[in-house]
């Protein structure tokens, strides 16, 4: 993949909650791609609509309307077996609370992500460990998550999104619960893998500290993008 | 003290089970080659202990009250038609309305050779079988029940006698009765040739059976015809049961069937339905086969109902990982897998400990009257029934699974 292709692209997406009096219209129509080896922030207030656009774009959403284009084929038609196999083959999540089982060590929580892939026994053990000691974690591998500290517990969730070298990671708010010092390093550690891996990253924050970190960030509120997409120098100057 | 000190030591060994066990099963489920959805549901159990603790216990109690209630039942049939079982006859010939081999009437012994007379009967023979009083050395009556065979006959005679001697010979001895040992204390018996009397008739316990169990709680006293014709002040052509032995080649239902034509106003039964149906008379008359098996179904259901409780709760603790596993791309089968396996283990681990504990009451009861029995294929129906019972208890588990929204995982 060049660095800068569009890998993921959502075209004019409208999603809606509800229906009648009930219906509430999340998404106005919004257009947005993700680009190989960049960080794309999505920002904006509580109930402005990033969430939802970062589920439709990792396909656990369908639009209401709209279309989602992952490297150049529409897969909002997708059925469910095929949208699962889409996410498990190229995307790799990251969540806020991790969602890590805490009853098995980190080594085996980015196994269950291998084992998905096919991925097991002794390759998956051994795979397991490079990707916890890409992101740091070469001295925990049998910790168990409440053994780990927030940032450490975040870093474990990089490495299980990493499993299978996915094209896409898609994380929700994966700052939001570390302090200053853990934020910048999972921050560091997602600018290394979309830049050295060119890998499309695609960030939905409300953490200002990490705008830096950026290569373009869009603004959200009320379901639309507000102006235009700004890249994180125009940000910060 | 010493109580204290017993029970303490009774504590300790059993949490060294437990430990033992769970340190064994970790060491197999914890192995680099066992597969994932396996070491999820293994750790999931195991991660909260009290939990596992009720679930195990719940599927044991399950497990142990299944056990003892069809073994009973069928400690019960085999009681019931021991007599016919250990006969050695093909078909039994009875007074018409005869349905259980305890409950005999009285016929006239020419029906033996009217069956001997009848095509594809190799032999018959007579038995006698009747209720009678037997008075102990201190003066205590017991009711038994009496059966006189001849000390020449082929079928019908004592089985598992004490010390392997002929049960020919014992019947030979003038005025020799042969008791259970189950029974020698109820009946005052306390060593071999003590006398006793049967309806005021001098007998003598010449031999001992070892496991000749009656379900009506009045020992079987065997003993010769001339006997137990002197007991029972019955003429010497009256007898309660023909025994038939059916020549080679023939097929006892064919012969059963000629010989009801031939003889009409008796009740000529194979042995295998006269054993049923004595079986059939007194768990239904009885009610305690309806109420064994209602004991059975009552023990299955609690266990269901505790594993899915349990099950349950396990499965909604880790609602937010699997929502996590469904948004990374795995299928509703992955996480039924591992609901699945959670229950099939429980279910596993409970019966090994529930048969344990059978085991440990089929030992214990081995010389008591009524005795469950635990042949092989009772524990694997009772392994497959727990196995069954653990999956459908998943079935509340697998709907909860089947609602999970991978987008719950952002909230």
């Known amino acids: ?237 | 003290m010493g109580r204290a000190l017993e029970r303490s030591v009774t504590m300790t060994a059993a949490s060294d089970a437990v430990s033992f066990f769970g340190r064994a099963a970790a060491s197999i489920f914890d192995r680099p080659g066992v597969g994932m959805p396996i070491r999820i549901a293994w750790r999931n159990l195991v991660n909260d202990r009290g939990r596992f603790g009720v679930t195990l216990v719940g599927i044991m109690f399950s497990v142990v009250l299944m056990g003892v209630q069809l073994g009973l039942l069928l400690g019960v049939i085999s009681t019931t038609s021991t007599i016919v079982a250990h006969s050695g006859a093909d078909i039994f010939i009875a007074a018409p309305g005869v349905k259980s081999v305890d409950v005999s009437a009285p016929q006239l012994e020419r029906r033996r050779f009217q069956a001997l007379g009848a095509p594809g009967v190799a032999r018959a023979e007579i038995m006698s079988l009747d209720f009678r009083q037997w008075k102990r050395t201190d003066g205590v009556a017991e009711i038994v029940a009496v059966v006189g065979v001849s000390p020449n006959a082929t079928m019908g005679l004592p089985w598992s006698i004490v010390g392997g001697e002929s049960p020919r010979a014992l019947l030979s001895q003038p005025d020799g009765v042969i008791v259970d040992r189950l029974y020698a204390e109820k009946l005052g018996v306390l060593r071999k040739n003590q006398l006793n009397e049967i309806n005021g008739v001098r007998v003598r316990v010449v031999g001992f059976t070892q496991g000749i169990r009656t379900f009506t709680q009045s020992p079987f006293v065997f003993t010769s015809l001339t006997n137990e014709r002197r007991m029972t002040g019955l003429g010497h052509d009256h007898i309660s049961y023909v025994l038939v032995r059916v020549a080679e080649g023939w097929d006892p239902r064919d012969v059963r069937d000629r010989l009801q034509k031939r003889l009409p106003d008796a009740e000529v039964v194979t042995a295998a339905e006269f054993a049923g149906n004595s079986a059939k008379y007194w768990l239904f008359t009885t009610g305690a086969g309806a109420s064994l098996m209602m004991s059975a179904l009552l023990a299955l259901l609690i266990g269901g109902v505790v594993v899915a409780q349990t099950l349950y709760a396990s499965t909604m603790d880790r609602l937010p990982e699997y929502a996590m596993l469904r948004a990374i791309g795995s299928s509703a089968g992955y996480l039924h897998k591992i609901v699945l396996t959670q229950a099939g283990l429980a279910g596993v681990l409970g019966y090994v400990l529930g048969l344990c504990a059978v085991t440990i009451v089929v030992w214990q009861s081995r010389d008591a009257s009524a005795a469950p029995e635990m042949p092989s294929w009772l524990a694997i129906v009772i392994g497959v029934v727990t196995l069954l019972e653990c999956l459908v208890a998943a079935v509340v588990s697998l709907r909860a699974i089947a609602r999970i929204d991978p987008v719950e995982v952002f909230r």
Request: positive net charge.
């Open chain 1, 1 to 237: 993949m060049i660095a800068g292709a569009v890998v993921l692209s959502a075209e004019r997406i409208v999603h809606r909650f509800g229906r009648g009096e009930t219906e509430h219209v999340a998404l106005h129509g919004v257009n947005l791609d993700a680009r190989a080896g960049e960080i794309l922030l999505l920002m904006g207030p509580s109930g402005s609509g990033k969430t939802t656009l970062l589920q439709i774009m990792g396909c656990l959403l369908r639009p209401s309307e709209g279309s989602v284009t992952f490297q150049g084929e529409n897969v909002a038609a997708y059925s469910a077996a095929a949208r699962d196999a889409l996410r498990r083959r190229h995307f790799g999540f990251v969540f806020q609370a991790n969602n890590l089982f805490p009853t098995l060590t980190t080594t085996e929580n980015v196994m269950v992500a291998l084992d998905l892939l096919g991925v097991r026994g002794a390759a998956a053990r051994r795979e397991a460990h490079a990707l916890l000691e890409s992101v740091g974690l070469g001295d925990r591998l049998d910790a168990l998550p409440t053994q780990l500290s927030g940032g450490q517990r975040q870093r474990v969730g990089i490495a299980r999104a990493l499993a299978g070298e996915p094209t896409v990671l898609l994380a929700d708010e994966p700052t939001a619960a570390l302090d200053a010092h853990s934020g910048h390093r999972v921050m560091a550690l997602m600018r290394k893998l979309a830049r050295e891996d060119n890998r499309a990253v695609v960030i939905v924050t409300h953490d200002g500290r990490i705008t830096q970190s950026a290569d373009r960030i869009a603004r959200l509120e009320d379901g639309r993008i507000i102006g235009k997409l700004r890249a994180a120098s125009e940000t910060q100057a």
